[in-house]
């Protein structure tokens, strides 16, 4: 009877030793499905490029989103950027048309076109990066040796132009070399000269400024004697006229009244002949006159008050 009871406890628990094992299994195996969903099961975002390598080499590349499978254990993902990036070019010297010296700082905006040939070509978004600002650093520099340092730096208009041409040629290398990137705009964001040009370029500066403050002061100078010497001209016109209508009113008064005069006097000749003479008395006759006429004289006759 012992004996049975200790089978029926062994069966017991050798049922629930088996139930848990079971139960393990399952978990582990659970478990083993879900690392290879989350190892093997890839998602491809918007905006993204996912590279697909199976032992080192690109079998597919994955461009529209959505939820994405891998071969386990064989194959490899990696991600590459889809949108536009920006890069910024490193400052760089340059000599200008008119043999000057100058910093020129760009930057870019750019893109993945094709990621198999920018892998195939480039290896890595560094690399294509360097070659990229290599293109940049050369056009510009052709482009720039063109122009004067004036132009570059005072015509916004040419500027513009220039960083359309900049574009353009470097797309053309970056074609002709196969790398899968393109430039959808290089610009030109800062120039600057050499340190050492500094100085010598404030001190012409100041140079042209007071040259060109000399020149307007000549010109006012010049304007204002201009000026004076037209005003003194009409001046002198007026005056002229003035005095010559003057004349003319005074004349005219003179000759209206010797008219008068006459008309007055002609009614006695008598009084005027005295008048005349009385006149000529004031100014002939001072305090320092002296006067030697005959006693039987008209005008002494006068003088000693003998009116007949």
């Known amino acids: ?53 199976q032992f080192g080499e690109i079998v597919r590349i994955d461009k529209s989103p959505g939820l994405k499978v891998k071969v386990p254990f064989v194959q490899s993902i990696t991600t590459l950027p889809k949108y536009q990036m920006g890069y910024d070019v490193s400052e760089a010297e340059i000599n200008t048309k008119d043999k000057k010296r100058m910093i020129i700082d760009n930057y870019a905006i750019w893109r993945i076109d094709d990621p ?3 892998i195939t070509n480039a290896r890595s978004l560094e690399s294509a990066e360097t070659r990229m600002e290599e293109f940049i650093y050369s056009v510009v520099r052709t482009e720039l040796g063109q122009l004067d340092y004036d132009q570059i730096i005072n015509e916004k208009s040419s ?22 990137i393109s430039v959808t705009d290089v610009r030109i964001k800062r120039t600057d000269l050499p340190a050492e040009n500094e100085e010598s370029v404030y001190k012409r500066m100041i140079s042209e400024r007071e040259s060109k ?14 000026i004076t010497a037209e005003t003194d001209r009409k001046v002198k016109e007026l005056l002229a006229k003035t005095e010559a209508k003057a004349e003319i009113i005074r004349a005219e008064g003179e000759g209206e009244a010797a008219k008068i005069y006459n008309a007055s006097f002609s009614k006695d000749t008598e009084f005027y002949s005295l008048y005349r003479t009385l006149e000529s008395y004031t100014k002939t006759v001072n305090d320092k006159t002296v006067i030697v006429l005959p006693s039987d004289s008209p005008y002494a006759k006068l003088l000693s008050g003998n009116t007949k």
């Not at 574009?167 to 790398?179: P, R």
């Open 1 to 53: 009877m012992a004996n049975k009871v200790v089978n029926i406890n062994e069966l017991k628990n050798n049922f629930s030793w088996r139930k848990y094992v079971k139960v393990g299994i399952f978990f582990i195996v659970l478990l083993a499905l879900l690392l290879f969903l989350f190892t093997n099961v890839y998602i491809v975002k918007e905006g993204e490029f996912k590279v697909v390598r």
């Open 116 to 118: 198999i040939k920018m």
């Open 159 to 180: 500027r513009g132009s220039i960083n359309d041409r900049i574009t353009q040629k470097v797309n053309e290398l970056l074609t002709n070399d196969n790398y899968g």
């Open 213 to 226: 403050a000399q020149e307007y002061l000549s010109k006012g100078d010049a304007s204002k004697n201009e």
